[in-house]
């Protein structure tokens, strides 16, 4: 994933604003303005470092005079101690957006770092660790972009660009139907399909055997298998061999760190974690002066 900087300039402009409003009132009564100075961006800790470019875009829009040079790319895992930027210019340009850089930097890195420890687990296996919708309001293209800088892959950007349905989805329709007349998932896919373009793909959450076996027959493209057990997602991997139409199968619920190795060799194709972005850890980076 390519990041969009007509898209993340926004939102840059407005963090800057949310922090800066009306002056940096601390640097403009002890930092003279000619004063200038030369700092690091530091990691402490081990990460798979994201954000780099976006730092760079803060600085910018505070002072395009300062130099911001990068000593690393979005995606390097690198170790504590590295400095992930080199700065030069303004000590007063610098200090205002110090903290905006950080809390873009650590975060972003916080996600893809995260991504990156769920694909160490799964490995050797080919299964995609995806992302979910579960993510800071007005961030998650920042997120989505992190999670791809991990090694992971993004699924859905919203509602707009798959079809899913969902649980929800499902109640609100047996509800409509009632007692009189019969109900399917097949049904439920075959209806999305027609009523949205060849292109947009149409996927479908289960929750058992039964739902599986329905789902199967309406020929989705991808079945999220969730919060079901390993035995019972191996039988779904089996059905599927029987079956000449093949769907990508992916496993969601309460996916962790300490549990996914168990689900990643047994025939999916994709997991799911809501982890990577709803709940993140932010790097420990500092911006110091030299």
Known sequence: MQIDKARVLPIVRAALKEDIGKGDITTQSIVGRLASARAVIVTRESCAVCGVGIAEMVMAQIDRNVRFEPNCIDGAFIGPGKEVAFLEGSTASILRAERTMLNFITFLSGVSTRTYQYIEKV???????????????LLRYLEKYAVSMGGGTNHRMGLYDQVLIKDN???CRKLAFGQGRKFSLKGMIEEARKKNPENIKVEIEVSNLEEFS?????KPDVIMLDNMNVEDIKACVEARKLCDIKPLLEVSGGITLDTISKFAHIGIDMISVGELTDSVRAIDMSLDLL
């Open 123 to 137: 490995k050797p296996s080919e299964v995609k660790i995806m992302d979910t919708r579960k993510t800071i309001p």
């Open 169 to 171: 989805h499902i109640h």
């Open 214 to 218: 329905d789902a199967l027959s309406g």
